[in-house]
């Protein structure tokens, strides 16, 4: 057998040094290649997630799609509401519990106006039933505070903050569910640092949900429901397309 010939640097040609290096310099190659692949699929994600952020282009919605099962579906008025693409262009980190000054259907009406100018994502009923108006995904003007806007969930209780009976059994244990969801698709803590009243919102002049929501009790169920969530909840965010149920 014919010994190999001597490389540059005196090693012979074929020897383990020369090997190495010959590999060496090819999985550089290869790996520079597999680098800018995986560089240019994670901008082709980008582009396919932002696409809709071009002006003039809106991120699609689907009709009747709710974030939480146990909703309804009746859209609010476009002015009620701003598109957005949450979590991702503003992190939400809080739940603010409001109470309507009115009856459920008077809510959903003042809603679909317009010329109201405010809404919220959910309304609960006394009953225990559950409207969504607006997407999570979406800023609904609530909190009277921009910046609350922007970072939190609005859900509305049917009645009036001055009749203790208004906040029935079923709207609590409703509500701690639909909260408890909420928290849990965002990792919101469960506390009343992020779960708090419309009071509670700086600069509102409004004082829901006043003095007879009983917080103690609420938190009290919205922990107990988060407990019983299946597990992998929290990993689950709401896109564009969700569950869909059919109107009130």
């Known amino acids: 057998m014919e010994a190999n010939s001597p490389s540059p640097d005196g090693s012979p040609s074929g020897s383990p040094k020369d090997t190495d290096r010959r590999i060496g310099r090819r999985a550089l190659i290869v790996g520079g290649a597999v680098t800018a692949a995986g560089a240019a699929v994670l901008a082709r994600d980008e582009l396919d997630r932002l696409w ?15 974030d939480y099962q146990g909703a309804t579906w009746v859209a609010a008025a476009d002015a009620n509401w701003r598109r ?14 409001h109470v309507t000054q009115g009856s459920f259907d008077g ?12 809404a ?10 559950i409207t969504q108006m607006i997407r999570e995904l979406d800023v609904a003007y609530h909190a009277g505070n921009r910046e609350y806007n922007e970072r939190s969930v609005g859900i509305e209780h049917e009645g ?9 059994d079923a709207m609590y244990a409703a509500s701690a569910k639909l909260t408890a969801g909420v928290c849990a698709r965002y990792e919101i803590p469960v506390d009343r640092k992020h779960i708090i009243g419309h009071v509670e919102v700086p600069g509102t002049d409004h004082t829901d949900p006043g003095p007879y929501w009983d917080w103690d009790r609420y938190m009290k169920l ?18 564009s397309s969700g569950s869909k149920t059919s109107a009130v």
Do not use: C, N
């Open 52 to 66: 809709w952020r071009v002006p003039g282009v809106d991120k699609p919605r689907d009709d009747g799609v709710v």
């Open 84 to 97: 957005a693409d949450r979590p991702e262009d503003y992190p939400i980190d809080m739940v603010i519990v």
């Open 107 to 118: 809510a959903v009406s003042a809603f679909q106006d317009p010329d109201h100018q405010a």
């Open 120 to 129: 919220a994502h959910y309304i609960v009923g006394q009953d225990g039933r």
């Open 160 to 168: 009036f903050v001055d009749r203790p009976q208004d906040f029935t």
């Open 222 to 239: 919205v922990r107990r429901a988060t407990t019983a969530l299946p597990s992998g909840s929290s990993s689950a965010s709401p896109s």
